[in-house]
């Protein structure tokens, strides 16, 4: 999902970085690339059911890999999780240079708290074995604070965490939100479609998510017309996405063969949904050139006429910064539910309506002929 994305588009459940053991290249860009996040990836391990040390081990590699060299300010390097502005201790690094990196006892102390606590001990004496004559004996929270990693190493303590990046994720969202809203005041020849389209890309950028884009070639009287027919030869409708149709060439006096590009908005259209709908319409032999990729919803935003750039800059980076928090929540909130069988989030009781299920919280409507009983809580 991410490689496909420059530098500048690898945003929300991507981070740039490098994730693997190569690093003594001469270049240190060589080996940068867009990944998963950090915390994304922490999220798709809980969901396979990863041991606590893999789930460790993976948070110290995108910590040293891509949180952290990411980050070129002291201050808000110190400030993130298992990262410490200074000269580094990897045999790739430049030497006396100071830049962000995770310390090695950054990586034992996130794999203590996957592992609630019991490695602590053994922390703690491996560290006092080795220190200088006559330095004081540390403990284990001297550690934590010292390397610059949260203690999370009981259920207490996580699951207040999870509550500060639920609340920083909450917080996030109403910035980015009223910012998107500021595109719209600020881009007064927007088209009723393009205003529906960028209230969705918004969304998705906001929760980090990418959208599916379907390109296909097809016979249509009209570019209205055109549009239809793709989504439902892939049976959704126009409510499922946004379309664009340009005239390619024409066949006939009646018809002309038509470019599409279709959006799917993911909170409508999930990934499953998403994969069966590019399926039908890529065996329906009436149509042609038929690719979906996953494309970034910022880059589609920017791309949409007579949007305000200078507002969308704005938006631009209140959104990134609401699509790691809201990731990162997310996370922790997947962390919490594995570690003590109960959420930290406080929900309201309430049931989903016929063809509607729940997705992040909230009640969604079905995908394009799909059905669903009521009663999802």
């Known amino acids: 999902v991410c490689a496909v994305f420059s530098e500048t588009a690898c945003t929300g459940a991507c981070g740039w970085g490098s994730v693997g053991d190569d690093y003594d290249d001469d270049d240190s860009d060589s080996d940068s690339y867009c990944t998963l996040s950090g915390p994304y990836a922490q999220s798709i391990l809980i969901a396979d059911g990863a041991d606590p040390y893999s789930k460790g081990y993976f948070t110290y590699v995108f910590n040293s890999g891509v949180t952290c060299p990411a980050e070129t300010d002291a201050t808000k390097c110190n400030a993130l999780d298992g990262c410490m502005y200074g000269v580094s201790d990897y045999d790739y690094d430049e030497a006396g240079v100071e830049s962000c990196y995770s310390p090695d006892l950054a990586a034992m102390l996130v794999v203590n708290n996957k592992c609630s606590g019991s490695t602590a001990d053994a922390l703690v004496a491996m560290v006092n074995s080795n220190k200088e004559e006559g330095a004081a004996d540390v403990t284990i929270a001297d550690l934590y604070k010292q390397f610059g990693v949260v203690d999370l190493s009981d259920a207490s303590k996580l699951d ?82 946004a379309c664009t149709a340009t005239a390619a060439r024409r066949r006939n006096l009646l018809a002309a063969s038509y470019s599409t590009t279709v959006l799917l908005n993911p909170a409508k259209v999930d990934t499953a949904a998403a994969t069966e709908a590019v399926a039908k319409i890529k065996a329906d032999s009436t149509v ?39 990731i990162e929540a997310s996370a922790y909130e997947a962390e919490v ?38 009663g999802d809580d």
């Open 160 to 241: 207040a965490q999870a509550d500060v990046k639920i609340k920083a994720a909450a917080d996030a969202t109403t910035t980015a939100t009223k910012d998107k809203d500021a595109i719209l005041a600020a881009s007064a020849n927007l088209a009723t479609e393009d205003k529906a389209k960028l209230e969705f890309l918004a969304a998705a950028a906001i929760s980090g998510e990418t959208v599916k884009k379907v390109v296909v070639t097809i016979t249509a009287d009209t570019e209205a017309d055109a549009c239809t027919t793709s989504f439902t030869k892939m049976g959704l409708t126009s409510d499922d996405g």
């Open 288 to 326: 042609t050139g038929v690719t979906a990729t996953d494309a970034s919803p910022m880059t589609e935003i920017e791309a949409i006429p007579n949007i305000d750039a200078s507002s969308v800059a704005t938006f631009k980076a209140s959104a990134n910064t609401a699509a790691d928090a809201n």
């Open 337 to 374: 539910e594995t570690t003590s069988g109960a959420s930290s989030i406080q929900t309201v009781s309430a049931t989903c309506a016929v063809n509607e299920y729940v997705l992040s919280n909230a009640c969604t409507t079905c995908a394009g002929g799909t059905t669903n009983a009521l």
